[in-house]
């Protein structure tokens, strides 16, 4: 075999069945590899929208997502969304073609070294050699998915792909889980035992059907109230009693949220990754007067918080290892069920025409099982608080990064994957501009993905900030686009809506339609203001 058919057989093994890029002249030994492995290549109008689809397949198979990029611009294309793949915690496999070490020295159209431009936002970076490709795609592969997952570069030199290599397969045995042990799984047992006011924190670490399992098992073993981070949003069915729904970037779900954390007495964080909470979070808890247990994936290097006792190791093993045997009553007191009302009532839709109402009817209409993505930006806080999630990965976004320009390709990789399920879209207007023409990608795909995008021609959230520094308007408001007759001139359907009867229709003749909707959803700037 080629050099490049290992890496491709390898990531076969692994589950992987789609990449995605942009390729050049300096990839197509690679290109070919995959295809002749078995993996489909997705071309894409950008790397960067690329990426993101990668990760949503990885939502929905478990198997890393892979990214394809030329060498130099391809490759410097995408380092946004590697970067987000490293924050927000997603197993990528980035294979950049590169010239010969050789002709580098002589040449230099396009080169640079972009193992240094990939060091800083991966957990590891590589150069191929043939000799060992089978061992780099395997390390490549272990260092992506285990720990903490994020993404992992390997470099490809044109002559390396094609020349002869002979070894292949997985070279290890598979890690298993590591769970509390000593005299502190103990004391944890008896501090457990004895919670009257126990409190659910989960996050990303815990983000498996292993990890909901555990957390919803905890929940209902202690009587704990759960509270998620955006991302593990559905670790616990937010239909459950229990649900306290996400946290994360909402000043006004904080203002309910915090003062219920610092009534717990016993606080058990699961997989809680405080990458993607904003400042509000920082020390929300005393851990000399609290008792605060943390399970995480890596030791506590971000200092956001401390713990009473902390544990590294697989979240969703760990909490069954310390959970007492007889249930618990649960909360004392009402802070609890007052907590929860006040959420309802402050995320309710209200009668008024805005952004609220309109997600509350994309609920309403779309079938239960819907796979949502949300973009960066006033309606994706929101959204992250009204979006009820009743299974793990239902809503994925980037919450640790939080960058722009993601909702779209996310929602064409998921909808790649679970052709047979609907699947929306929620865009704010500028970032859906920033990747429309992944549009193309949909329709050549035949997906009949719902993209649902916020019109209201302003960057909003940074509109509502400038304003709340008693700023001069600029530089956040633009000129609107018929972003309906944008969605048609690309092959699908597209509409635009200015109230709540316009939205139902417009969501159900979606569910019909044999392609990809556009759904321009007409709103006022200021239509967030005290929404969040």
């Known amino acids: 075999m080629r050099a490049a058919d290992v890496i491709a057989k390898r990531l076969y093994e692994q589950g992987c069945r789609w990449a995605f890029g942009m390729p050049g002249g300096e ?31 990885y939502h929905r198979t478990g198997a890393p997502g892979i990214l394809l990029t030329t060498v130099g611009p391809g490759a410097l294309n995408c380092v946004n ?60 592969i272990g260092i992506a ?17 094609d020349a002869p290599a002979s070894g292949e397969g997985v ?10 042990a000593g005299a502190d799984l103990d004391v944890v ?28 098992s905890a929940a209902e073993r202690l009587g704990a109230p ?7 949003k559905g670790l616990l069915p937010e239909d459950h009693p229990l649900a306290l729904g996400g946290a994360g970037l909402s000043p006004m779900a904080d203002k309910i949220l915090l003062p219920l954390v610092e009534k717990a007495d016993v606080i058990l964080a699961i997989g809680y990754d405080p990458i993607e909470m904003r400042i509000g979070w920082q020390r929300p808890w005393d851990p000399e007067v609290q008792t605060v247990i943390d399970l995480t994936a890596e030791p506590n290097h971000h200092y956001m918080h401390q713990s009473t006792y902390s544990f590294i190791g697989d979240c969703a093993h760990s909490v069954l290892a310390i959970l007492p045997e007889t249930p618990l009553s649960g909360w004392e007191g009402a802070e609890f069920g007052e907590a929860k009302a006040a959420l309802k009532t402050l995320f309710s839709a209200g009668e008024e025409w805005g952004p609220a109402q309109a997600i509350e009817i994309c609920q309403e209409v779309l079938p239960v099982d819907t796979l949502a993505t949300a973009d960066s930006g006033a309606h994706r806080i929101l959204l992250s608080q009204m979006w009820t999630c009743r299974s793990p990965r239902a809503l994925t976004q980037s919450s640790g990064f939080c960058t722009m320009g993601c909702a779209v390709p996310l929602a064409i990789g998921t909808q790649l994957v679970e052709r047979d399920r609907t699947v929306v879209s929620f865009s704010g207007d500028a970032g859906f501009l920033m990747v429309v023409g992944e549009l193309a990608t949909a329709a050549e795909q ?10 209201d021609a302003s960057l909003a959230l940074i509109e509502l900030k400038q304003r709340a520094r008693d700023m001069k308007n600029v530089g956040v408001d633009f000129k609107g686009t ?24 417009a969501l159900q003749s979606a569910l019909a339609a044999d392609t990809f909707t556009v759904i321009a959803v007409q709103i006022d700037r200021k239509a967030y203001d005290n929404a969040f």
């Open 27 to 57: 990839v197509l030994t690679l290109l070919d590899a995959l295809d002749k492995a078995g993996i489909e290549f997705v071309l894409c109008r950008h790397e960067n929208a690329a990426g993101f689809m990668a990760e949503a397949t």
């Open 81 to 140: 969304v590697v970067e987000n793949a490293r924050q927000d915690r997603v197993p990528m496999i980035v294979l950049t073609g590169c010239v010969d070490p050789e002709t580098a020295q002589v040449y230099t159209h396009q080169v640079l070294d972009q193992r240094q431009v990939f060091q800083p936002v991966t957990k590891a970076s590589y150069t191929l050699s043939a000799g060992a490709a089978h061992v780099t795609i395997d390390k490549a």
């Open 145 to 161: 998915t285990e720990g903490r997952p994020g993404p992992v570069h390997i470099d490809v030199p044109i002559s390396v792909a």
């Open 171 to 180: 070279l290890r045995c598979p890690v298993g889980p590591m769970v509390p």
């Open 189 to 216: 047992r008896g501090l457990l035992k004895h919670a009257r006011r126990p409190l659910i924190l989960a996050g990303v670490d815990a983000l498996s059907e292993a990890g909901a399992a555990a957390v919803q």
């Open 226 to 232: 759960v509270i998620t981070t955006y991302k593990a």
């Open 446 to 455: 035949g997906l009949k993905t719902i993209f649902v995008v916020f019109d």
């Open 482 to 505: 018929d972003l309906a007759a944008v969605g048609r001139s690309f092959g699908g359907e597209g509409v635009s809506v200015s109230d709540a009867d316009g939205l139902r229709a």
